[in-house]
């Protein structure tokens, strides 16, 4: 069974990919939230508009396996939607700001 911080790194590897979840919506990953009884992905729309979705449901990168993707890449672009700089990861109930370097951007750990 997979821990919080296998979470957190295994969406770590999708940040800023478009992606799909949970079979239908077509998203920017951007982050990582620690729920009181659940985990969360944090993502972005094509508009830019944030919010969290349930960790039950898959999120699957387009990255690799979809031949337009950086037209879609673009299209997220354009439309208020670019790639973010950090990393984001967020509780439900800790104060913690903490920063380091991850390869695809920075982690900001926040409340």
Not at 43 to 55: F, M, N, R, W
């Amino acid at each position: 069974m997979k821990n919080e911080q296998d979470w957190i790194e295994e969406v770590r590897q999708i940040f800023n990919d478009i992606c799909i979840i949970h079979d239908s919506e077509i998203v920017r990953c951007i982050g990582f939230h620690v729920g009181h009884d659940d985990y969360y992905y944090r993502v972005k729309d094509i508009h830019g508009k944030e919010y969290l979705t349930s960790g039950v449901g898959s999120i699957d990168s387009l990255k690799d396996i979809y031949p337009g993707y950086i037209g879609m890449e673009n299209h997220f672009t354009i439309n208020q939607c670019p790639k973010e700089a950090e990393y984001i990861v967020t509780r439900d109930e800790l104060e913690i700001d903490c920063r380091h370097c991850c390869g695809k951007g920075k982690i900001k750990i926040y409340d």
